[in-house]
């Protein structure tokens, strides 16, 4: 993968967690973030680094500094179990590229 | 509200063509970008392709490119995956989604996916 995240990430239910995205100077590139539950479709829940989609809760932010970005997830719910993504658009190959993804366990 | 639904059979034979189908609703096919991914089993999202305005801007995975063809149909309102010479490696659900530049080429929109079973 063309972008690097952490396997795995655990968060106690009501706490905060911070996932992060890496592995190339994201420059001018736009970061987005995908929700992925088992058994559902993955949901756009950050784009361009740090807005939201209508419909994604005030509890999750994003953000982007040089080579790191990161999803923040406050007061974490039972319903946050799931894979995310990190991706931005290659513009050199016009594709989007995406990451490895981290799989969250709310405990 | 852009709703898109896949389509095609959920079993294929190795070296055969898997062929896929997503059909839109709440949106004309022929004037926006639309695209498709995939989860390999056990894997992370993949970006296979994406096309505009039929064909006139069509763009491939490198690592799948020999081996797609992604085609529009303006009169049904659907847009259609081909992938030829299957093999294990191309089991996986299969999503179509919606690429949306006002949001820097995010994948806003995404089909509940179909799980492709790749078997003799």
């Known amino acids: 993968f063309v972008l690097s995240q952490p396997p795995s990430a655990s968060v106690a239910l009501g706490q905060t967690v911070t996932l992060s995205c890496g592995g190339r100077?994201?420059?001018?590139?736009?970061v987005h973030w995908y929700q992925h539950r088992p058994g559902q479709a993955p949901v756009l829940v950050i784009y361009?680094?740090?807005d939201r989609p209508s419909g994604t809760p005030i509890r999750f932010s994003g953000s982007k500094t040089g080579n790191t970005a990161t999803l923040v997830i406050g007061s974490a719910e039972a319903g946050d179990e799931a894979d995310y993504f990190c991706?931005?658009?290659?513009?050199?190959?016009?594709?989007?590229?995406f990451g490895g993804g981290t799989k969250l366990t709310v405990l | 509200q852009v709703h898109l639904e896949e389509a095609g059979p959920g079993l294929v034979r190795p070296s055969e063509t898997l062929s896929l189908t997503c059909d839109v609703s709440?949106?004309?096919?022929?004037?926006?970008?639309w695209g498709w991914v995939r989860r390999p089993t056990g894997r992370g999202l993949e970006w296979i392709g994406r096309?505009?305005?039929?064909?006139?801007?069509?763009n491939y995975n490198p690592s799948l490119k020999d081996r797609v063809e992604l085609s529009m149909n303006t009169i049904q309102n659907q847009f259609s995956l081909r992938l030829s010479s299957v093999t294990d490696a191309d089991a996986g659900v299969y999503y179509c989604?919606?690429?949306?530049?006002?949001?820097?080429?995010?994948?806003?929109?995404w089909g509940q996916g179909t799980t492709v079973i790749v078997s003799s």
């Open positions: 989604v919606r690429v949306w530049p006002p949001y820097f080429y995010a994948l806003d929109v």
């Open positions: 709440g949106a004309s096919v022929s004037i926006y970008f």
């Open positions: 096309l505009y305005n039929s064909t006139t801007s069509l």
């Open positions: 100077n994201f420059g001018n590139e736009n």
């Open positions: 361009d680094d740090d």
């Open positions: 991706q931005v658009w290659d513009s050199r190959l016009d594709l989007p590229v």
